[in-house]
């Protein structure tokens, strides 16, 4: 059967790296025989600019009737012109909840290549190789009320609810016991159990079914402050670290520090499995659209290349064909490869085209 990915490559260098995503998927396609149907839909600004809609009918459909999505970034400098009910229509948050995509994956490996890249010593990355399992459909980011309200005295108020109920912790939870059993059976669950009600519950319900269902995994919890700072100190000590929505956005950014660049880290986003065992997926790299370096050619489509890995494993279900790609990007990096973001000083750049084409060059190569 051959899945449907849809392609929205979205803003800044969100179609640079998703270019370089769909070639080497192409590769695969062709090389080793991967059933996928690559499209391109409009969104977002681009198709706000095109269509006066950041969501085209056409291209929700297609959202809501993919085997998987494969998403560049969006955020673009002009979208404050863009009506609030359209921008939420075109919105990144409205395809993950429609979706209901509650188990993004973020994994972050010290690739060895690049040990001098990261701005933490090597002795201390060397080996690094932990996933976050962030709770992505609820949280701070859904909660209500939500707004920005006048006050009696004329002032405004912005409100956002930080909102958990048992069932949307016990699912991720679950994910993620269930991931750790598949890697080095260590789960440590990050909340604010100290000051937060549904950071209390997060630890009471992710405690309980520890001990009920999944008592061979070794459970710490630790509060989100103090992971923002291990994160840097001993990244080594962490396997499978399942937070909230808030919290997983900011510490994956932390942990982008350990390559030194956040252009190297992909991410995958799932629903619960259907009858069938299928599972909704979006698949994106974790930064945004860059700005400062959009349109140059220049930005770093590792993470959108390993995400289209993380395609080749959970939504193709090839997971040697993931392991190929991986040993790919690894090869490149070991040859030198190196976008402007991950160089040293005095070290030869790489345009994206060209990282890609390191890649893909790795692929041939390997046996
Ligand atoms: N999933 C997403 O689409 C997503 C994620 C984060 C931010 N955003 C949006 O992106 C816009 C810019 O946000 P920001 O600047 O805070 O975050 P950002 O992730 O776009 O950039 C942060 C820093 O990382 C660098 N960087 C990011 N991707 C890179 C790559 N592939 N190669 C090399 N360097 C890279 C940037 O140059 C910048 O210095 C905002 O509108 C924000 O809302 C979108
Ligand atoms: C663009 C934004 C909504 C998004 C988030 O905050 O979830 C991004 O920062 C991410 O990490 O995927
Ligand atoms: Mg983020």
């Known amino acids: 059967m051959t899945l449907d990915i849809v392609v929205l490559p979205g803003d800044g260098v969100g179609p640079e790296v998703t270019d370089e995503a ?6 695969f396609v062709a090389k080793r025989g991967v059933p ?9 600004s681009a198709s706000w600019t095109a269509q006066g809609t950041t969501m085209p009918d ?4 297609a959202i809501m009737a993919a085997d998987a999505l494969l998403f560049g970034a969006v955020g673009s400098l002009d979208q404050k012109q863009i009506p609030a009910e359209e921008r939420r229509k075109g919105s990144l948050l409205r395809m993950r909840k429609g979706l209901d995509v ?15 890249s990261s701005p933490f010593k090597a002795r201390t990355v060397a080996g690094a190789d932990l996933i976050f399992v962030r709770e992505l459909t609820a949280g701070m980011y859904f909660g209500t009320p939500r707004g920005i309200e006048t006050q009696a005295d004329g002032t405004r108020r912005g409100v956002n609810t930080h909102t958990y109920t048992e069932a949307e912790i016990a699912r991720v939870a679950r994910f993620a016991l269930g991931l750790a059993r598949t890697r080095r059976n260590h789960l440590t669950s990050v909340d604010k159990a100290n000051v937060m009600e549904a950071g209390a519950l997060w630890r009471e319900v992710v405690t309980a079914i520890h001990a009920a269902e999944f008592p061979d995994v070794t459970l710490e919890h630790m509060l989100a402050d103090n992971c923002a700072l291990q994160l840097g100190r001993a990244p080594t000590r962490f396997d499978v670290i399942v937070t ?13 520090a350990i390559n030194g660049s956040l252009g190297m880290l992909p991410s995958a986003a799932l629903s619960a499995p259907d009858a069938n065992g299928r599972r909704r997926a979006l698949y994106e790299p974790i930064h945004g659209s860059a700005p400062d370096i959009a349109g140059k050619g220049i930005a770093n489509p590792l993470g959108a290349i390993l995400s289209a890995a993380l395609l080749l494993r959970w939504t193709a279900q090839a997971p040697a064909e993931a392991d190929r790609l991986e040993a790919a990007v690894e090869a490149a990096l070991a040859g030198g490869a190196r976008t402007a973001d991950i160089a040293l000083p005095g070290e030869p750049v790489l345009s994206t085209r060209a990282m890609a084409d390191a890649v893909i060059a790795a692929l041939d190569a390997a046996p």
């Open 22 to 27: 769909v070639r080497v998927l192409d590769w």
């Open 36 to 44: 996928l149907r690559m499209t391109r839909h409009l969104f977002g």
């Open 58 to 61: 056409e291209t929700w459909a």
């Open 102 to 116: 509650f188990a993004n994956l973020r994994p972050v490996r010290a690739w060895p290549a690049l040990a001098e």
């Open 244 to 256: 909230d929505n808030l919290f997983g956005d900011l510490l994956s950014d932390c942990a982008g």
